[in-house]
């Protein structure tokens, strides 16, 4: 399934660009794109793996902009 | 956009950023000017450093125990402690100062780009007013279904696309196609999402759900269009990744070589490659180039062209060879008369007469007169009509009998008929109790706008127009050579069409691209076929908006030259901005090792540079405002 998450406080581009990279590369994820512009986050996933990788997502952004945070509705 | 720039505020972080660095800087003013020497100065220095610059040093510091060390914050924490460490105090906190300085403003750029491109996108209706069990309630447009009944007031927004009940109204069309003009829209006629309705009341019956109406469609092309990257976005991602690592193994080198080669005291060398710290972020280019992309594709649209990605964006603009279709794309795709010849009677009369013979055939010809005649045509007047087939027809008007059809017909019953030279479209003769009274012209007719809007393609550059067309070759020619074509293929089957683009696209030269513009009908082969495949007139048709990869929302043509022109002036933006960015960074880099720039001069090629370079990419976003 695809879902697209809004995203918080996403202040720095070549954040962005990393975080996609390493989100990317969590189990169950076929695709992502973090939209720095209009802080967006497409993901593409495993419908039964996606708590868990968005808990990991939002760690990694975390690691990268302590601010920056995935809004999960 | 004059609205955004006076409505914008800081937000609270940024109203923080700026209240620190008032305080910082006066407090730096002021040491700067009491005459302070060595440990006092040290420590009093450490205060405004403190204010300005402990949360990059609380980044940095969490960084490291990530092991993030090409970290924008580490790196800035890194060149100020260092130059503390040399003793150059006053310029360690001018460093960061300056750079939160540049850090805000950075972040009002950004943010006021952001808010342009929500304006660029603010075509999503925000309610549906749908009657349910008699009673009109308000509802979000994706609560709605197929098949219930909506009402749109004069000024808002059609929620969603359907058929018009009931209610004729005015509708302004400017934020799917770019043009400012009005459509009439009656009772059984369709109604896209995302106009404005103007002056009465609709009752419109829904037809797709909210998730797959035009609204959504365009702007969900729109946000997807930023994950088609174009070549230039590649690199730059591709380049940020390997560009600090660089720059940062390059300053250990810089600070520890050379003094081991005895070229001088480590104290200066270390003092050299802070520079070299400061400037290693890649930052200027990873957002000024997707900004410029994104504002490209986002004022496109709010001309009503549609690209659906950066890459295609970026092939428009190396476009030299443009391939047109013919009908529905440089013609109108509907028959209509264009000239009259009566000979024997008045132009009126000629009509009249057709029009009556004409009345009962389903042909596109007859449509086309009748439509010229304008009125119902007595049906009583006439009797007997025949219809023969490859001639025409004929029939009794008013008790005499009268022949319409082609010159074939006029030989047959040994009428002598005036030949016309070479028409644009069909002849059509009349002829009444064997005398010969005029024929008439009905033709495809060419666009109003078209050899203006072919015109100006040439000026932007295009080298070679050609026409494809499954017309004869007599009226291809006459169009074609009228329009200004190069080249010009007729009585082309569809299956044809491919091959023809094929041939050309072997014709052309390593690095020039091939565009065809069709009107989405029968020639989705084509438009994937070809570098870039242009659909027209996609208000509605899905298949066009699927098969191509720049859709134009209108019939006109001149959102060509407006698409090319766009392009040509996103990639010259990036290019700028490559250029601009790296000239400055590179240019720092190499006076540092010289030892002719110092910290200040570094950091203005780190933000200030960034600044300048969304400033030069957000003139795309602003573009759409201008007419």
Same mark, same amino acid.
């Given at each position: ?73 | ?145 197929? #098949? ?160 659906? #990605? ?127 009274? #005029? ?189």
């Amino acid at each position: 399934m695809k879902y697209v998450f809004e995203m918080e406080d996403l202040e720095c581009a070549n954040c962005a660009a990393k975080m996609e990279r390493d989100i990317s590369v969590l189990p169950g994820v076929h695709k992502v794109s973090v939209n720095f512009l209009t802080q967006k986050m497409t993901l593409e996933a495993e419908d039964s793996q996606l708590d868990q990788i968005l808990k990991q997502a939002q760690k990694i952004c975390k690691k990268y902009e302590p601010d920056c945070c995935i809004v999960t509705k | 956009m004059s609205k955004t720039e006076q409505t914008y505020k800081l937000t609270k972080k940024q109203k923080k950023a700026r209240n620190r660095i008032v305080i910082a800087g006066s407090l730096f003013l002021l040491f700067a000017l009491l005459p302070l020497y060595g440990w006092l100065k040290f420590f009093l220095y450490l205060i405004p450093y403190g204010i300005i610059g402990w949360d990059v040093l609380k980044k940095a510091a969490l960084n490291i125990k990530q092991g993030q060390v090409f970290d924008e914050n580490f790196l800035m924490a890194l060149a100020t402690v260092g130059a503390f460490g040399c003793g150059e105090t006053a310029e360690a906190v001018a460093v960061m100062l300056f750079y939160q300085i540049g850090e805000l403003f950075q972040s009002v750029a950004v943010h006021r780009s952001r808010s342009s491109i929500a304006a660029l996108m603010d075509i999503r209706p925000d309610h549906a007013n749908v009657e349910r069990d008699g009673i009109l309630i308000e509802v979000d447009p994706s609560q709605v279904s197929p #098949g219930e009944q909506i009402v749109v007031k004069p000024g808002e927004r059609v929620p969603l696309d359907g058929i018009v009940l009931d209610g004729s109204s005015q509708l302004d069309t400017s934020a799917l196609t770019g043009e400012s003009y009005q459509r009439n829209v009656q009772p059984g006629q369709e109604i896209v999402s995302g106009c404005i309705n103007l002056t009465g009341v609709l009752h419109i019956q829904v037809t797709n759900s909210y998730e797959t109406s035009t609204v959504s469609k365009i702007l969900e092309l729109v946000e997807n269009a930023s994950s088609k990257k174009a070549k230039t976005e590649q690199f730059i991602t591709k380049f940020a990744r390997y560009y600090t690592p660089v720059v940062v193994i390059s300053a250990l080198f810089l600070a520890f070589l050379p003094p081991l080669l005895g070229l001088g005291p480590v104290l200066m060398w270390i003092q050299r490659s802070l520079n070299f710290l400061v400037v290693s972020c890649p930052c200027a280019l990873v957002i000024s180039v997707p900004l410029a992309f994104f504002g490209g594709i986002g004022g496109a649209s709010r001309n009503g062209i549609l690209i659906k #990605g950066g890459n295609y964006l970026e092939a428009l603009s190396h476009v030299k060879t443009m391939v047109f279709d013919k009908t529905g794309t440089l013609t109108l795709g509907h028959f209509s008369v264009s000239q009259l010849y009566p000979s024997a009677c008045s132009s009126e009369e000629l009509v009249e007469l057709t029009a009556l013979a004409e009345q009962f055939s389903p042909h596109p010809i007859a449509q086309a007169i009748l439509q010229k005649y304008g009125k119902t045509p007595d049906a009583n007047r006439v009797s007997h009509v025949q219809e023969l087939a490859g001639l025409g027809i004929q029939a009794i008007v008013d008790g005499k009998s009268v022949l319409v059809g082609n010159v074939s017909l006029m030989q047959q019953h040994q009428i002598e008929a005036i030949p016309l030279e070479n028409p644009l479209g069909s002849g059509v003769y009349v002829a009444k109790d064997g005398q010969f009274l #005029g024929s008439l012209v009905v033709e495809d007719q060419i666009k109003p706008q078209a050899k203006e809007d072919l015109r100006q393609l040439k000026e932007q550059g295009i080298s070679k127009l050609v026409m494809l067309t499954g017309d004869g070759a007599s009226i291809a020619n006459k169009v074609s050579s009228y329009l200004g074509f190069d080249e010009v293929h007729s009585q082309l089957l569809p299956q044809d069409k491919v091959s023809c683009v094929e041939t050309l696209l072997h014709a052309k030269q390593d690095g020039q691209l091939l565009a065809f513009v069709g009107d989405g009908i029968n020639d989705a082969p084509v438009l994937s076929r070809s570098d870039v495949g242009i659909a027209m007139g996609a208000m509605g048709s899905d298949a066009a908006i699927e098969a191509a990869d720049v859709v134009l929302m209108d019939d006109s043509l001149s959102a060509l030259p407006k698409a090319l022109a766009i392009a040509k002036k996103t990639m010259r933006i990036v290019r700028q901005n490559i250029v601009f960015a790296l000239g400055i960074k590179l240019l720092v880099l190499a006076l540092s090792i010289f030892g002719h720039a110092n910290l200040w001069l570094a950091v203005f090629a780190d933000v200030g540079v960034s600044i300048l370079a969304i400033l030069n990419s957000a003139r795309l976003l602003y573009q759409s405002s201008k007419k």
